[in-house]
Each structure stands twice: as structure tokens, then as C-alpha cells.
């Protein structure tokens, strides 16, 4: 398959989704999954990680590679990559920059795949990364799974592991729909995503607070039905200075300290991406067209009203000056579940504590 320009929407792609049809269908077959890779100047690591693909135990179906404009040899590679791989290889090549995770989202709507996984062009992927999450699908792949999650071990730019995992997979389990704080994100390069996550919603339209490819699918997975977690790792996680993602080093006790002291600009960010996020699954429910989606979609948009009135309420705390207004502040986070309320709303057990003692400071 030769490189080609930048190309329409997949074509049938809601005629083919089971769960906007709202049908039940079982992987009697070994499901069929695509990788979509995002790729920008990479010459330097992409070989290493186009190697880890081609010696895994269970081969992808397609690889679709979306390229952001590589000045340097990443073309060549990939060309080179495509012209010798056992599995049909796509190279998309964007004629104007859309940033990483536009990028990867363009790129994504072009796999025909049922599961989609997204490949970073710098990581290293062990052997049965891909066979253990087509087990996991099979297995468990009725229609209500959304997203199966894998860990990594972050590694320097040489590749030697640190120890430290993201995320921290204790044992294999899964949680149904809305069981996760509201602005869950985890990592795209950990994700494994159904098809229709990409295919089925208007992911230009995605809210302000949601701009990632990956707070996308985990705002939509987390409304939709369920999240598999499978321990162990999959992956070497390369963190170096030019990564577009960040580098995840580790940072001083002052600076944890740092983070944990921002106040109502935070919260008010906080607020904004919660009410955009409830307004975006009430708008995407009006246009579903089956009853069961739409009432998902309503019903994960109703648990953000909360959620924003916390942050709302806990950027009120953090502004205040007066000892009533921040214990008013406090008990409406208590009254919305903040601090022991649903999953969905529950702050982290420290900030019970931080709140309280913001209140005695003033």
C-alpha cells in the first residue's frame, strides 16, 4: 500500500458500530485491531519502536500512521517499515500541522478496525502486549467494554526501566460505567479503545477542557459502559526532553508541596472543564440515534453539575476571606459528595484536609 495524502472519514463507520445499532455481539474470532500511530520528526527512536511491533506475538490487523509533517527521516522509515511489514501499513501525510493529539485522532478515524490502540513513535512495546489485550477482548468484549488499560514502566531516553509504572495496575479487574472520577484521564499510549469511541462521535467538537485524544476517549469510555484494567508490563514508557507528552520525571517534595497549593485559578479551570464536558455528552445525546446511547449520555452528563459546584465551591474557599464564607464553601463540597460522595465526584482524601486547614488560615 503506497503513502498517501491526508484522507476523508471513515466511510459506514456508525452503519458499523454494535453500539449505536444496539446489538449485542460476541468475538466468536479473535477481534480485529488496528494501531494508530502519531509521528513528528521521530527518525531518531521510531525504528526501535517499529521493530517492538513487528516481534509481537500477535500481530496487529492494520497500522494506520498519521505524519505531522517530519522534516527530519521519518518518512523514509516508515515507507521502509511499510514496504516489508507482514500486516497492511498506511502512511498519512498532513499537509498542515495539527498538533499531537489532533493528529492522532485524524489518524485513528482511518482504522477499520473494531479496537483501536494508540502508538507513540518512541516507545518500546514488549512482545505480548497486543496478544494480551486481544485475549482480554475476547474474553470480555461484550458491548458494554469500552476501553481496556494497560501499564508501562517509564525508561529513560536509553531505555532503562526507572521501576516506576503508569498507571499502577494491582490485579486485573474492571469497573462499569461512571465508576471513575469525572475528569479521569490515563495516558493514550496505555489505551486500548473501541472503535466506535473515535468513529461514532464528532471528536472536533470535543469540549475545551477535553482537548487530548486521551481525556476524549476516557471522557466517552467512562460514559459509555466499561474500563478493563490488565496488570503487568506491556510497554517501555521513553521519556526524553523533546517528547511532546512530558517527561513524568520525578519532582521534589517542594514542588509536590507547589502543586498542591494552587488555588482558585485552578478550581475555576477545574469548574469550566467540568460544565463543558456535561454540556458536550448533553449535546452528543440529542443527536444519538439509539435510545440506550442517548441515556447514557444523559446520565454521565448529569453527574457533572456536581462536580462542577465543588470546584465552583472550592475556588469560593480559596479566594475567601471570611471564616463563615469558607466553612459555607466546605459544607456545599460535602453537600455534592466531594469528600465522601460518588467516585465520580470524590476529591482525593487529602483535600478534606487541605480544605479545613485553608479554613483555619484564614
Given at each position: 500500500?503506497?503513502?498517501?495524502?491526508?484522507s476523508?472519514?471513515?466511510?459506514?463507520a456508525?452503519?458499523?458500530?454494535?453500539?449505536?445499532?444496539?446489538?449485542?455481539?460476541?468475538?466468536?474470532?479473535?477481534?480485529?485491531?488496528?494501531?494508530?500511530?502519531?509521528?513528528?520528526?521521530?527518525?531518531?527512536?521510531?525504528?526501535?519502536?517499529?521493530?517492538?511491533?513487528?516481534?509481537?506475538e500477535?500481530?496487529?490487523?492494520?497500522?494506520?500512521?498519521?505524519?505531522?509533517?517530519?522534516?527530519?527521516?521519518?518518512?523514509?522509515?516508515?515507507?521502509?517499515?511499510?514496504?516489508?511489514?507482514?500486516?497492511?501499513?498506511?502512511?498519512?501525510?498532513?499537509?498542515?500541522?495539527?498538533?499531537?493529539a489532533?493528529?492522532?485522532?485524524?489518524?485513528?478515524?482511518?482504522?477499520?478496525?473494531?479496537?483501536?490502540?494508540?502508538?507513540?513513535?518512541?516507545d518500546?512495546?514488549?512482545?505480548?502486549?497486543?496478544?494480551?489485550?486481544?485475549?482480554?477482548?475476547?474474553?470480555?468484549?461484550?458491548?458494554?467494554?469500552?476501553?481496556v488499560?494497560?501499564?508501562?514502566?517509564?525508561?529513560?531516553?536509553?531505555?532503562?526501566?526507572?521501576?516506576?509504572?503508569?498507571?499502577?495496575?494491582?490485579?486485573?479487574?474492571?469497573?462499569?460505567?461512571?465508576?471513575?472520577?469525572?475528569?479521569?484521564?490515563?495516558?493514550?499510549f496505555?489505551?486500548?479503545?473501541?472503535?466506535?469511541?473515535?468513529?461514532?462521535?464528532?471528536?472536533?467538537?470535543?469540549?475545551?477542557g477535553?482537548t487530548?485524544?486521551?481525556?476524549?476517549?476516557?471522557?466517552?469510555?467512562?460514559?459509555?459502559?466499561?474500563?478493563?484494567?490488565?496488570?503487568?508490563?506491556?510497554?517501555?514508557?521513553?521519556?526524553?526532553?523533546?517528547?511532546?507528552?512530558?517527561?513524568?520525571?520525578?519532582?521534589?517534595?517542594?514542588?509536590?508541596?507547589?502543586?498542591?497549593?494552587?488555588?482558585?485559578?485552578?478550581?475555576?479551570?477545574l469548574?469550566?472543564?467540568?460544565?463543558?464536558?456535561?454540556?458536550?455528552?448533553?449535546?452528543?445525546?440529542?443527536?444519538?440515534?439509539?435510545?440506550?446511547?442517548?441515556?447514557?449520555?444523559?446520565?454521565?452528563?448529569?453527574?457533572?453539575?456536581?462536580?462542577?459546584?465543588?470546584?465552583?465551591?472550592?475556588?469560593?474557599?480559596?479566594?475567601?476571606?471570611?471564616?463563615?464564607?469558607?466553612?459555607?464553601?466546605?459544607?456545599?463540597?460535602?453537600?455534592?459528595?466531594?469528600?465522601?460522595?460518588?467516585q465520580?465526584?470524590?476529591?482525593?482524601?487529602?483535600?478534606?484536609?487541605?480544605?479545613?486547614?485553608?479554613?483555619?488560615?484564614?
Open positions: 500500500m503506497n503513502a498517501s495524502s491526508e476523508t472519514q471513515f466511510e459506514g456508525k452503519d458499523s458500530s454494535p453500539l449505536l445499532r444496539e446489538q449485542k455481539t460476541q468475538h466468536a474470532s479473535p477481534p480485529l485491531i488496528s494501531i494508530a500511530m502519531a509521528t513528528f520528526n521521530g527518525a531518531r527512536h521510531i525504528e526501535q519502536q517499529l521493530k517492538s511491533i513487528l516481534l509481537q500477535r500481530l496487529p490487523d492494520e497500522m494506520i500512521i498519521g505524519d505531522d509533517g517530519s522534516t527530519d527521516r521519518t518518512i523514509e522509515i516508515l515507507e521502509d517499515f511499510q514496504a516489508h511489514a507482514p500486516f497492511s501499513v498506511k502512511i498519512i501525510r498532513h499537509q498542515q500541522r495539527k498538533g499531537y489532533d493528529n492522532f485522532l485524524t489518524t485513528a478515524s482511518q482504522c477499520s478496525g473494531q479496537w483501536i490502540m494508540f502508538c507513540d513513535q518512541d518500546v512495546w514488549l512482545p505480548h502486549k497486543i496478544a494480551h489485550v486481544s485475549q482480554c477482548i475476547s474474553d470480555h468484549g461484550d458491548d458494554d467494554l469500552m476501553m488499560v494497560q501499564s508501562s514502566e517509564l525508561a529513560d531516553e536509553a531505555l532503562r526501566p526507572s521501576g516506576r509504572f503508569l498507571p499502577k495496575i494491582r490485579r486485573i479487574h474492571g469497573l462499569p460505567s461512571g465508576s471513575h472520577f469525572g475528569l479521569w484521564v490515563v495516558q493514550g496505555c489505551q486500548t479503545v473501541r472503535a466506535d469511541l473515535i468513529r461514532g462521535f464528532d471528536w472536533t467538537r470535543r469540549p475545551r477535553h487530548s485524544h486521551d481525556q476524549w476517549t476516557c471522557m466517552l469510555a467512562n460514559a459509555l459502559g466499561k474500563v478493563r484494567y490488565l496488570p503487568g508490563r506491556s510497554a517501555l514508557y521513553r521519556r526524553h526532553p523533546s517528547a511532546e507528552t512530558g517527561n513524568h520525571l520525578l519532582i521534589s517534595f517542594g514542588s509536590r508541596a507547589a502543586l498542591r497549593m494552587r488555588g482558585a485559578e485552578r478550581y475555576q479551570l469548574e469550566t472543564a467540568a460544565l463543558e464536558a456535561g454540556e458536550c455528552l448533553r449535546r452528543l445525546s440529542i443527536s444519538a440515534n439509539s435510545a440506550e446511547l442517548s441515556h447514557r449520555l444523559t446520565a454521565c452528563a448529569d453527574r457533572y453539575q456536581p462536580l462542577s459546584s465543588i470546584f465552583a465551591a472550592r475556588a469560593a474557599l480559596y479566594e475567601s476571606t471570611s471564616f463563615v464564607s469558607a466553612l459555607r464553601a466546605i459544607a456545599t463540597v460535602a453537600k455534592n459528595g466531594g469528600y465522601f460522595g460518588p465520580f465526584v470524590r476529591l482525593p482524601p487529602v483535600s478534606l484536609l487541605k480544605d479545613i486547614a485553608r479554613v483555619f488560615s484564614i
